[in-house]
């Protein structure tokens, strides 16, 4: 038994080892260039000021812009509680020069950039001509629960889509904490001025659930107070039937017990 239960460990092992060789081999998959020259979801806002902004949308897709300065790379990556760094996801890049041109993936390629992804992370390489512009991607996220890394340092805005909130704050959180609310239109934006590093998690609920929450809420208060008379009455029934036998019943409340 205990040579079978080797074998199986061993076999695990080596499949776990082939595979994390075979990842490192294929740089961790191509990003090709029909991925990177997809249509993104919406149109991208590169006019924003900040050095990294996001916009969500009830889609579960999220829009990133971020201000590259005079950044050579982005490294770009996942945490995970198990599986360590992985590569983060996207489609639909874009970069768009100082002077408002903008470009799809395959064309920063051929222009000197580089998109790249390892087992580890997917890098963004820009060319020597592209400091000062802006890079721009899609990927999947829910306004519900959106969490993206400080890649960056610098002020970051995230903005949710319209009729979402994060007031609320049993079921709206927003971390850092030092940021504040803007209202563009009908839409909140979450802004900071700082970020300079750890990640951003923003948590909203769409207003129009709050009564639904509020309904849960009183069914759950009412099915407690009912579960509690219950119970004090099935004692209490359960104290005359001993008392009907002649046995010791505490007559004490603070008891709370026969």
Not at 60 to 73: F, K, N, P, Q
Not at 173 to 184: M, Q, W, Y
Not at 229 to 254: I, K, M, N, P, T
Request: with cysteine; glycine share 10%.
């Amino acid at each position: 038994m205990n040579r079978r239960f080797a074998l199986a460990v061993a076999a695990i092992a080596l499949l776990a080892v082939s595979a994390g060789c075979l990842g490192y081999a294929t740089g961790g998959g191509e990003v090709t260039n029909e991925t990177l020259d997809a249509e993104p979801p919406r149109e991208y806002d590169f006019d924003t000021d900040r050095d990294a902004a996001f916009e969500l949308s009830t889609d579960a897709t999220y829009t990133a812009v971020y201000a590259v300065g005079d950044r050579e790379e982005l490294r770009l990556y996942e945490q995970t509680p198990y599986a360590g760094d992985q590569p983060l996801e996207f489609e639909a890049f874009r970069y768009r020069y100082p002077d408002g041109e903008v470009i799809t993936g395959s064309e920063f390629r051929a222009r000197g950039g580089e998109i790249e992804r390892t087992t580890d992370e997917t890098w963004i390489r820009f060319a020597d001509d592209m400091a000062g512009g802006k890079a721009a991607f899609s990927g999947a996220g829910s306004p519900r629960r959106f969490t993206m890394l400080a890649y960056v340092e610098g002020s970051y805005a995230v903005t949710l889509p319209a009729g979402f909130s994060t007031e609320f704050p049993i079921v709206g959180h927003v971390s850092p904490r030092d940021h504040a609310v803007e209202t563009v239109g009908d839409r909140d934006r979450i802004v900071w001025e700082e970020v300079t590093g750890g990640s951003i998690v923003v948590q909203s609920y769409r207003e129009g659930d709050l009564a639904v929450f509020g309904v849960i809420l009183l069914i759950g208060v009412v099915a407690a107070a009912a579960g509690t008379l219950y119970f004090r009455r099935q004692l209490e029934a359960l104290r005359e039937r001993r008392r009907d036998l002649g046995l010791g019943v505490y007559d004490d409340e603070d008891d709370g017990w026969l």
